[in-house]
């Protein structure tokens, strides 16, 4: 979970203080909008004090007043008809507002981290489905990032028609899923994506939740106990020390050195620069070690005669995070995308370029947080002839040059994305009035060394939302984290755990698994296309009716049969299947809590488990690692959950 980009700019307590001011709406109402069918939602906003506001909706030609209250607040709840549409919402007060184009349908909330910000351009289908992305009944929100330190009443973002240029950068598990129910339902669909990569469950939980625990309690008074003065005091320093940062880390600022003293060039002397061995981590290397900060690199490339005259291709592995490359002075390529840091560079080289035997490679590279440098693997750094990729290239590992130009101050951070409840107030709160009808989510992956903890307060934070919309128990559904490599221990099975739990602790939710569909070597695995799907099996089984099967076997208890332990699911559909050969990644242990790897079969709709190593077993488990992809499947096709039957001691138990 490394390069998260982090919003610097906190805001303040904002608050519907309109007293004087014309009428407002807030920006989750406007042009373009979906309202939720066949419901009461509401239509607010702002005003004069003690101003009469009228509001007349066009789908049933109703008008409704109301006068604003001391602060200049102003609701009123309008009741919606079946989907359809275009209409128009008429607010009149000292001034007059016209809603246009509005929809009636089905409204979702898709928020998470990154895999749910994650957008439809970097899925693995994006080629294929983005030109084809016109649909103009489903619409589109993206809720600017704001850290918040109190409930705020308004948020950034406007409403889009989903089409090819505007899908490209919504949620691509967001865009899935309301594609299935447009085109399963045939109403309109609106989305609204309220998502941070990097952040924890708590950061999207209200502090009157979060006080409930216990466990945040020390954050939150550091939290509400900031006075607006010392905050604003604070963002000040802070934006200052941003400011200086910025200027280093641009890419068009000539004036940086590296830039000014022309790194680049062939010509320039770097005889006094020191040496390491590349690809390494920046971090591994005693001078340079965890640096945030701007640093140039810099090799001689050796190239066969036959070669000049020649368009070349250089690959150079991953670069962490940010970098601008050159041969021989001249830019071949650039990736200025801090998300980009686990990205393979490959750039081309121009045969014009390519004058002589002896290349002068260049590279400035910018990293903003922890690791940095190109951190690949050897065989990864190389160059070849365009054109000829299967002639024998010559490797660029080795020993390079470095110089650093920058080393970026530590910012004075007053709060950030991870801050209990910031989120929640910057980007959740201020949607409360508005009808919906559930919400799906992505996270987990920041909570994946806490996830006894995560039993509990990733339930509660479903029922703040609850409290918060005030529409009852909404659908609430999930995606449980995919295999990822997270380290030795065992963390990420146990968060899965606390998430498959979470299904009979609370009410009207649902769980996508991706066991089959992650990737262990990249958290963001691109296959959203299921992801999605899965998540809008669930809606269309339980909240809109449709028979159809809608989730992989779930564990339900297991039975113990002299040496062997049967399993009993739940959602096994047409009937259990091994995808691949005979079952695997059961693991089977007896009194002694000692796990051996078990045979397993199926039986019916029961999988029988027995292992030579245990003759009286007492627990049996199934994809218990970060990184398992095992097979247990139904005949539709789904995955079953990871799961552990035993009641043991977890490694994340103390975990605060």
Same mark, same amino acid.
Not at 1 to 15: C, D, P, R, T
Not at 645 to 654: A, G, L, V
């Given at each position: 979970?490394?390069?998260?980009?982090?919003?610097?700019?906190?805001?303040?307590?904002?608050?519907a203080t309109?007293?004087?001011?014309?009428?407002?709406?807030?920006?989750i109402?406007?042009?373009?909008?979906v309202?939720?069918q066949k419901?009461?939602?509401k239509i607010?906003g702002w005003a004069?004090?003690e101003?009469?506001v009228?509001v007349?909706t066009s789908?049933?030609?109703k008008s409704?007043r109301?006068?604003t209250?001391?602060?200049?607040?102003?609701q009123?709840?309008?009741?919606?008809?079946?989907a359809?549409g275009?209409y128009?919402v008429t607010?009149?007060?000292?001034?007059?507002r016209?809603?246009?184009?509005i929809?009636?349908?089905?409204?979702?909330?898709?928020?998470?981290?990154?895999?749910m910000a994650?957008?439809?351009s970097r899925?693995?289908t994006?080629l294929?489905?983005?030109?084809?992305a016109?649909y103009?009944d489903?619409?589109?929100?993206?809720v600017?990032?704001?850290?918040a330190?109190r409930p705020?009443e308004d948020?950034?973002g406007?409403?889009?028609?989903?089409?090819?240029e505007t899908s490209?950068?919504?949620?691509?598990?967001?865009y899935?899923?309301?594609?299935?129910?447009h085109?399963?339902l045939?109403?309109?669909?609106?989305l609204v994506?309220?998502?941070?990569?990097?952040?924890?469950?708590?950061?999207w939980?209200s502090?009157e939740?979060?006080?409930?625990?216990?466990?945040?309690d020390q954050q939150l008074?550091?939290?509400?106990g900031t006075?607006d003065e010392?905050?604003e005091?604070a963002?000040?320093?802070?934006?200052?020390?941003?400011?200086?940062i910025?200027?280093?880390?641009d890419?068009?600022n000539?004036?940086?050195?590296?830039?000014s003293?022309g790194w680049?060039?062939?010509?320039?002397d770097d005889?006094s620069?020191?040496i390491m061995?590349?690809p390494a981590?920046?971090?591994s290397?005693?001078?340079?070690g965890m640096?945030?900060?701007v640093v140039w690199?810099?090799t001689r490339i050796s190239v066969?005669e036959k070669?000049?005259?020649k368009p070349l291709?250089l690959e150079l592995?991953?670069?962490?995070?940010?970098?601008?490359?050159?041969i021989n002075g001249v830019e071949?390529?650039?990736?200025r995308?801090?998300?980009n840091?686990?990205?393979?560079r490959?750039?081309?080289?121009?045969?014009?370029?390519?004058t002589?035997?002896?290349?002068q490679l260049?590279i400035?590279?910018v990293?903003?947080?922890?690791?940095?440098?190109?951190?690949g693997k050897?065989e990864?750094l190389k160059?070849?002839p365009?054109e000829?990729?299967?002639?024998?290239?010559?490797?660029l590992?080795g020993?390079?040059?470095?110089?650093?130009a920058?080393?970026f101050?530590e910012v004075?951070m007053?709060f950030n994305?991870?801050t209990?409840?910031?989120l929640?107030n910057g980007?959740?709160?201020?949607?409360?009035n508005m009808?919906?009808?559930?919400?799906i989510?992505?996270?987990?992956? =920041?909570?994946?060394n806490r996830a006894?903890?995560y039993? +509990?307060i &990733?339930p509660g934070?479903i029922e %703040?939302?609850?409290?918060?919309?005030?529409q009852?128990?909404?659908p609430?559904?999930?995606v449980q984290i995919a295999p990822?490599?997270?380290g030795p221990?065992?963390?990420?099975?146990e968060?899965?755990?606390?998430?498959?739990?979470?299904?009979?602790?609370?009410?009207?939710t649902?769980m996508?698994?991706?066991?089959?569909?992650?990737n262990?070597?990249d958290?963001h695995p691109?296959?959203?296309?299921?992801?999605g799907?899965r998540?809008?099996?669930?809606?269309?089984?339980k909240?809109?009716e449709?028979?159809l099967?809608?989730s992989?076997p779930l564990y339900?208890?297991?039975?113990i049969?002299?040496n062997?332990?049967?399993?009993?699911?739940?959602?096994?559909g =047409?009937?259990l299947?091994?995808?691949?050969?005979?079952? +695997?990644? &059961?693991?089977?242990a007896g009194e %002694?809590q000692?796990?051996h790897?078990a045979?397993?079969v199926?039986d019916g709709e029961?999988?029988?488990?027995?292992?030579?190593?245990?003759s009286?077993?007492l627990a049996?488990?199934?994809g218990?690692?970060n990184?398992?992809?095992?097979?247990?499947?139904n005949?539709e096709?789904?995955?079953?959950s990871?799961f552990c039957?035993?009641?043991?001691?977890?490694?994340?138990?103390?975990n605060k």
């Open positions: 979970m490394k390069k998260l980009s982090i919003l610097l700019l906190l805001s303040l307590l904002v608050v309109t007293n004087g001011a014309s009428l407002q709406l807030p920006k109402l406007g042009d373009h909008m309202l939720q419901s009461f939602t607010w004069e004090l101003q009469v009228k007349t789908w049933n030609e409704y109301v006068v209250d001391q602060q200049g607040n102003w009123v709840t309008v009741s919606t008809g079946k359809g275009p128009t607010i009149q007060a000292d001034i007059t016209v809603l246009e184009d929809l009636l349908g089905e409204v979702w909330i898709c928020s998470g981290q990154s895999n994650w957008p439809l899925s693995e994006a294929e489905e983005i030109p084809l016109d103009p489903i619409r589109l929100f993206t600017e990032k704001n850290i330190t705020n948020l950034n406007s409403w889009e028609l989903c089409n090819p490209a950068s919504f949620s691509a598990v967001g899935f899923f309301g594609k299935m129910l085109q399963e045939g109403v309109p669909v609106g994506n309220s998502s941070w990569g990097g952040t924890p469950s708590e950061s939980t502090r939740s979060l006080s409930s625990f216990g466990d945040f008074e550091e939290l509400y006075s010392e905050m005091r963002l000040r320093e802070q934006t200052r020390m941003e400011a200086m910025k200027k280093q880390r890419f068009e000539r004036e940086n050195i590296g830039f003293e680049m060039n062939v010509e320039f005889s620069w020191d061995t590349c981590e920046w971090s290397l005693e001078e340079i640096l945030e900060g690199m810099r066969p070669w000049l005259g291709t592995g991953p670069v962490d995070e940010m970098d601008i490359t050159y071949v390529g650039t990736s995308k801090i998300d840091w686990n990205t393979p490959v750039y081309q080289v121009p045969a014009s370029l390519v002589s035997e002896q290349l260049a400035r590279i990293n903003t947080n922890a690791q940095g440098g190109i951190f050897p990864q160059i070849y365009a000829n990729n299967d002639e024998t290239s010559v490797m590992g020993s390079w040059k470095y110089q650093v920058y080393r101050p004075p007053v994305s991870h209990p409840s910031v929640y980007m959740l709160h201020p949607m409360k009808a919906i009808k559930g919400a989510w992505y996270q987990g992956e =920041s909570n994946q006894v903890q039993r +509990t &990733f934070m %703040d939302w609850r409290t918060t919309w005030k009852g128990d909404f609430f559904y999930f990822f490599n997270y221990e065992q963390t990420s099975a968060l899965r755990e606390a998430q498959l739990l979470t299904l009979s602790k609370v009410k009207h649902g996508a698994v991706t066991m089959d569909i992650g262990p070597d958290i691109t296959n959203k296309r299921d992801v799907k998540l809008a099996l669930w809606a269309l089984a909240d809109y449709k028979e099967v809608f992989g339900r208890e297991q039975t049969e002299d062997k332990i049967r399993i009993h699911f739940n959602c096994t =047409s009937g299947e091994a995808q691949g050969g005979p079952l +695997t990644h &059961f693991e089977i %002694d000692v796990y790897p045979e397993a199926i029961t999988v029988l488990v027995s292992s030579p190593e245990v009286s077993p049996v488990r199934y218990w690692s990184t398992a992809e095992p097979n247990l499947f005949a096709g789904l995955p079953a990871s039957s035993d009641t043991w001691k977890r490694i994340t138990e103390d």
